[in-house]
């Protein structure tokens, strides 16, 4: 686990909210190894949904580099960005995200669209996704015909797909009572100890905190300590 | 699940909302190609007819009408192989049906005019009975006319010496046209002009326009010239020109149909515009976090733009499509009801211009929209800002 997965050097995200300026993250600097799977804490407006975001490749830093997989994202333009997207990172959101329109299958299939993956192998690769997360029996179901966890458990299927090696999670579970929240929690689990994914979760909840290998808090955008 | 299928998905979303903005596409496309179809009818006449054959009009109108003395100096023109004259008659059959009835000379006009076809008989029997009349195929058949019969025509133009609108005439001959083209034009019936010219209470050997016959290899604009050269600054200045000038500008006489049609399409079109863009630009901003997650997910602002002109266009193919298809049938239904008179043929022109509309209409109802959706950022859509 000594490979870094995630570098984050001297960061520093300033928004322009009016003509006010507001800087989220302050000269941060932060090292995520690969297999890792780290819980970021924090009150809110500490900033760590804006870190999620930059590791994630959703935003640019206002100064400061990060790097995921060796790789250099913050000098990339908005276009290659979208693609390393597509490639590196799959995406975990508190309200799932799911599209209406579509089934679990459908929903999970989508970033294979991406791919130049031939129609049956889009389809094989979606069923594993959906065996991994255990919801093969509800491949048809459209996201109203299901429960919160279950859709969680799809848009985690979705994540997985294409077989990123880093997941980023921002509040999985906010919107799950607590026995689902920890079934969820338990298959981050088993992603990141089986399948050896690397794991960046944002959480306010110590108990989900509590399954990540490490804790980070933050706040005021500075990296506060490091909790075993 | 391919990317056109999720197209169609999201397009379904509000399924009433879809299939109300689709009926309004579909009427829209149903009235474009009908109408497109009537503006074309009163082009389609024009088109056919060759340079062979020139019209000589009173230079002011052809409704004032110029001396029969013309006559023999137009044949003495350089070029001039046959002259012939016709007459508008200004037919009403029954109560209120108006006819297309000319008052000529028959065998001038049947020199003139091989694309007429007749027995030879016929044609002869109307040149020698004063009371004559030749009806077209089309105009016969409609109305059960057989040769033999005494036909009553009244003129909304010219009444008798006793001061009545109500003639008679016998029908002699039904004639067809050589091919297709002139087959539908047979919905016009013919009078000798001499009889007309007796019994009528106006005007004496005058008729409202001469047909000149070209000459193999003739010069057509160099005897248009000589033509109109010779009676400049005579009382009855002329103005000569090709078949397919006079007809189009014998249609304008009616009335600007392309400009009307061309309007009424306008405004058509530009609440269509209204429509469809309100769905669409409707349809985005619900969905501006799922647009948002598709970035999120690695499809580019390209992509994402391209889904939703795609959805436009989608929209608007499907509703243009539809709506032309039913034009056609109509414009068929239409036709055969109408014994062939009324020709509203939604043709491959017609389509060609829908198809082309479609398309021009996708960008503008998608493209503001489209542009909307590709300029999102992820981290401001996702979080609801």
């Avoid at chain 2, 040149?127 to 019969?149: E, F, H, N, P, S």
Wanted: aromatic share 8%; charged share 20%.
């Amino acid at each position: 686990m000594s490979e870094s997965m995630v570098q984050v050097r001297n960061v520093t995200k300033t928004y322009e909210r009016g003509k006010q300026k507001v800087e989220v993250l302050q000269g941060l600097t932060l090292e995520i190894p690969k297999g890792d799977f780290v819980a970021l804490m924090g009150p809110s407006g500490s900033g760590k949904t804006t870190l999620l975001n930059l590791i994630g490749g959703l935003d640019q830093p206002t100064a400061g580099e990060v790097a995921v997989g060796g790789k250099r994202i913050d000098t990339l333009s908005s276009g290659e960005l979208a693609h390393w997207r597509a490639r590196n990172v799959g995406f975990v959101f508190q309200f799932y995200n799911l599209m209406p329109v579509l089934t679990a299958e459908g929903n999970v299939e989508l970033p294979l669209l991406l791919t130049r993956l031939s129609g049956a192998q889009r389809r094989k690769n979606v069923a594993v996704a959906l065996e991994v997360v255990g919801l093969s029996d509800r491949a048809r179901h459209k996201p109203r015909e299901l429960s919160g966890g279950q859709e969680q458990r799809v848009a985690i299927a979705r994540a997985l797909v294409s077989d990123p090696q880093l997941l980023v999670c921002d509040e999985p579970t906010g919107d799950l009572d607590r026995r689902t929240a920890d079934e969820i929690l338990g298959l981050l689990q088993v992603l990141n100890r089986e399948h050896g994914k690397t794991i960046v979760m944002v959480t306010h909840d110590p108990k989900a905190a509590g399954f990540a290998r490490r804790t980070l808090h933050l706040e005021k955008g500075q990296l506060l300590e490091q909790a075993a | 699940m391919t990317r056109a299928g999720f197209v169609i998905a999201n397009l379904f979303r509000k399924k009433t909302r879809t299939i109300l903005t689709l009926l309004s596409v579909i009427m829209s496309f149903l009235l474009f190609g009908l109408l497109q179809s009537v503006n074309h009818i009163f082009n389609a006449g024009a088109d056919f007819i060759g340079a062979t054959r020139l019209v000589t009009q009173a230079r002011v109108s052809f409704t004032q009408p110029l001396p029969l003395s013309m006559k023999p100096k137009l044949e003495s023109v350089p070029g001039v192989a046959r002259v012939t004259h016709s007459q508008w008659f200004g037919g009403v059959w029954q109560t209120n049906t108006p006819l297309f009835v000319f008052a000529l000379d028959a065998q001038s006009y049947h020199d003139t005019y091989p694309e007429w076809v007749m027995p030879e008989e016929q044609w002869r029997q109307f040149a020698q009975t004063r009371t004559a009349m030749v009806a077209g195929r089309q105009v016969a058949d409609k109305y059960g006319w057989k040769i033999g019969q005494k036909i009553p025509i009244s003129s909304n133009i010219y009444p008798q010496k006793n001061g009545s609108k109500a003639w008679a005439f016998d029908l002699v001959g039904i004639f067809d046209g050589k091919d297709e083209n002139w087959q539908r034009q047979t919905n016009q019936i013919f009078i000798n002009h001499d009889y007309f010219d007796e019994a009528n209470l106006f005007g004496k050997g005058r008729t409202n326009f001469f047909v000149l016959k070209l000459a193999p290899g003739a010069d057509a604009a160099a005897v248009t010239r000589i033509v109109d050269g010779m009676f400049e600054n005579s009382p009855d200045e002329t103005k000569t020109q090709t078949e397919k000038e006079f007809n189009l500008s014998f249609v304008k006489q009616i009335g600007d149909i392309g400009l009307i049609v061309r309007w009424i399409l306008f405004a058509v079109f530009f609440t269509l515009l209204l429509v469809v863009g309100n769905t669409m630009a409707q349809s985005v901003r619900e969905r501006v976090p799922e647009l948002a997650v598709l970035k999120t997910l690695g499809f580019t602002d390209g992509s994402v733009l391209g889904f939703v002109l795609a959805e436009a266009l989608a929209l608007c193919l499907v509703g243009g499509l539809i709506g032309l298809a039913l034009a056609t049938l109509m414009g068929n239904l239409v036709e055969k009801g109408s014994g062939g008179q009324f020709q509203l043929r939604v043709d491959t022109w017609v389509w060609s211009v829908g198809i082309a509309t479609i398309l021009v209409m996708s960008v503008a109802v998608g493209l503001l929209p489209a542009l909307r959706a590709r300029r999102l950022k992820i981290v401001d859509a996702l979080a609801g800002r």
